[in-house]
């Protein structure tokens, strides 16, 4: 039998001038990641965008629960979203989604 992936979901507030697309922001996560861990460590982590708030500037992030510290550095260390500066702060983190957004209301 093949043991599901426990996942992790992370409220992420962007700090930046402007809004940029989802896209520049998970291209700025990608690019931490892979800076700090590299390809492989990149792989592990099996990030994805679930959801991204233009106007509170808040993203959604899901994760592998066994890299969660690695993402949460990573997401420490980006710098520059889309050529702005730009910092991210991890404002919660759930198992599921329905708790993250109650949560963050």
Not at 10 to 24: M, W, Y
Not at 78 to 101: E, I, M, P, Q, Y
Request: charged fraction near 20%.
């Amino acid at each position: 039998p093949v043991k599901r992936t426990k996942r992790r979901y992370l409220a992420v507030q962007l700090d930046c001038e402007g809004v940029p697309s989802e896209r520049e922001i998970m291209d700025a996560v990608w690019g931490s990641v892979t800076k700090l861990f590299g390809e492989v460590g990149a792989s592990l982590t099996g990030l994805v965008l679930i959801a991204f708030d233009g106007d509170r500037k808040v993203a959604v992030i899901r994760c592998a629960l066994v890299s969660l510290l690695s993402v949460r550095a990573s997401l420490a260390a980006v710098t520059r979203v889309s050529g702005n500066d730009a910092a991210l702060h991890v404002l919660a983190v759930s198992g599921t989604l329905k708790a993250l957004f109650a949560n963050l209301d």
